[in-house]
């Protein structure tokens, strides 16, 4: 195959073009990263907030149950629990 001569301002613009896919990577690579921080980050957080409404749920109902407990004693077990107390 003969070699043939390329117009100087094609080989320039294709190098061009190589060159600015090269200076944008570091840029883009560094963008991806962010995003995907971001992204983890957000997802902890809301996990976070996941657990916290659940342990809030648990609380309030050992809560319920404590009460319940309490008021479903007879009056004269509550008083011979106050005596017992007392060191009556």
Do not use: F
């Not at 073009?17 to 944008?24: E, H, I, P, Q, T």
């Not at 992204?39 to 809560?63: D, E």
């Amino acid at each position: 195959m003969a070699a043939e001569n390329v117009n100087p301002q094609i080989t320039d613009a294709v190098t061009q073009a190589n060159v600015k896919v090269l200076g944008d990577a570091p840029a883009l690579a560094l963008g991806n990263l962010y995003q995907a921080i971001s992204q983890s980050l957000a997802l902890a957080a809301g996990n976070a907030v996941t657990s916290q409404q659940q342990a809030n749920v648990i609380h309030q109902a050992a809560t319920t149950m404590g009460v319940t407990a309490l008021y479903s004693l007879g009056t004269a077990a509550a008083g011979q629990a106050a005596d017992a107390a007392d060191g009556q």
